[in-house]
């Protein structure tokens, strides 16, 4: 299941679409795990957004001073984000794929994914290539659905898995070599209705999180 054609059409409508699903808290409580505070100096730290879609991590991220590559699938998701950003020298936009992500390793001091780990091939794979592109000490944050039942999820939107096991994301994130391993609750659910309106899908958010030693 190849989910491109639709992240490429949707990406106009992404922002609308995204503010629908969650609110900003969820990215807050991303960089609050991640460590990341507005008042200190953070220009000399950099980050990857995977699956970065239309900004909304990176934006954040820009507007606390760290650089920031942004990875996507979807070159119509990436020129959307260029349109806010322009040629930004704090935004490095790239094409590419979760299998085999376009960074170098050990490259960038902290690595970003909101609701993208869902969409992958291999959770487990995507998560091992999250941690080789982080620079020892480098942490990595993902924000994403808990295990659910709303088939609409896979079907309408193009979800591959429906939420995950936070045993299971512990475990992966162990795998991949990170330590101090904490997954926890964002305080916050994703919500989405079905086309027919005969659906509404709530579902809780984790924060997941870990160095790389
Ligand atoms: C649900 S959107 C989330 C976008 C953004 N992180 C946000 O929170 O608004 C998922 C994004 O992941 C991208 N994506 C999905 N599978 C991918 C893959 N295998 N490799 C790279 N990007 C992928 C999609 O193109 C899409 O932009």
Not at 38 to 56: H, I, R
Not at 104 to 121: C, K, P
Not at 145 to 167: P, V
């Amino acid at each position: 299941m190849n989910s491109k054609p639709y992240f490429d059409e949707i990406a106009q409508q992404w922002d609308t679409l995204r503010q629908s699903f969650f609110s900003d808290n969820v990215r807050t409580k991303a960089f609050a795990v991640a460590g990341l505070t507005n008042n200190a100096d953070n220009t000399a730290l950099s980050a990857a957004d995977l699956g970065a879609g239309t900004s909304f991590i990176t934006e954040g991220l820009v507007n606390q001073g760290v650089r920031v590559i942004a990875v996507d699938q979807s070159e119509e998701m990436l020129r959307a984000m260029q349109r806010k950003f322009g040629t930004s020298d704090r935004v490095d936009y790239r094409q590419g794929n979760a299998d085999r992500l376009p960074v170098d390793a050990a490259s960038v001091d902290y690595a970003f994914a909101n609701m993208y780990l869902h969409h992958v091939e291999s959770p487990a794979d995507a998560i091992g290539e999250m941690a080789r592109i982080l620079k020892h000490g480098g942490r990595l944050v993902i924000t994403d659905l808990d295990e659910h039942h709303f088939e609409f999820l896979r079907t309408e939107q193009h979800d591959r898995w429906m939420g995950f096991k936070r045993e299971d994301v512990q475990a992966w994130f162990e795998q991949a070599g990170l330590r101090d391993v904490a997954v926890d609750c964002v305080g916050e659910n994703c919500c989405a209705s079905s086309a027919c309106g005969c659906q509404q899908a709530s579902v809780s958010i984790f924060v997941a999180s870990g160095q790389k030693v």
